[in-house]
């Protein structure tokens, strides 16, 4: 089955200090994976996303993934956090299955960013 | 530009009622989707369209039933609203292809009592 894991509930980083968002998918075949954000009674917002190629990927707000064919990984992760960062993220996997493309999220974590 | 347009925002429904929730995308997309949102489940998808005139059934779609109306509007019905349902409702659309990402919608907080 294809799934797609968010080991942490949280994570609390530090205002200036670097945060990795920690995400790592099972599929079969060439994934496509994606990260979202979400805010306080909003729906998600596209982050970024992994196709092919180089696999450091940027993104909005100064986000930045890094995908790893090996450990089946795809970490978010940003140099200096800000507190604006804190919100919701997900990660999530999109893959054919019976022809179809359909988006595969994990369970979330919560970016705490303190002053 | 709407992009995904969700009604209503807030529902509370009584156990027993029936609702449709309503979806619209003004970006020409082929493929819709509703999911739900719960506390520590991240977002399950209840059912989603591939393209006009299709529907599938994703990982939660008891209890629920859908409409691909047309190419912009995708319609989530829930025929006996039951406590379990409890929960934020997301549509979404993308293009059908794998590489690209979707559009989410703001979302509606539905409460069954």
């Known amino acids: 089955a294809q799934s797609v894991a968010q080991p942490e509930d949280q994570v609390n980083v530090a205002e200036g200090n670097p945060l990795t968002v920690k995400c790592t998918y099972s599929v079969s075949g060439n994934p496509y994976l994606f990260w979202y954000v979400q805010y306080p009674n909003r729906g998600l917002q596209f982050l970024l996303k992994?196709?092919?190629?180089?696999?450091l990927v940027k993104g909005s707000y100064g986000f930045e993934a890094e995908f790893n064919k090996s450990q089946t990984s795809f970490h978010l992760k940003k140099p200096s956090a800000l507190v604006s960062d804190s919100a919701l993220y997900f990660c999530a996997v999109r893959t054919p299955t019976s022809g179809t493309y359909k988006y595969i999220f994990g369970t979330g974590t919560r970016l705490k960013v303190l002053a | 530009n709407a992009g995904v347009t969700q009604t209503p925002k807030f529902q509370v429904l009584k156990t027993g009622q029936s609702m449709t929730l309503q979806c619209a995308q003004d970006?020409?997309?082929?493929?819709m989707y509703w999911y739900r949102q719960d506390p520590g489940m991240g977002l399950r998808l209840i059912y989603y369209s591939a393209s006009e005139g299709t529907t599938d059934k994703g990982e939660v779609p008891n209890g629920y039933n859908v409409s691909r109306l047309n190419k912009r509007e995708f319609s989530l019905r829930l025929e006996s609203a039951a406590p379990s349902q409890t929960s934020v409702y997301f549509c979404a659309s993308s293009w059908t292809g794998g590489r690209t990402e979707a559009f989410f919608g703001q979302g509606t907080r539905l409460t069954v009592v």
């Open positions: 970006m020409n997309h082929n493929s």
């Open positions: 992994y196709i092919t190629g180089d696999n």
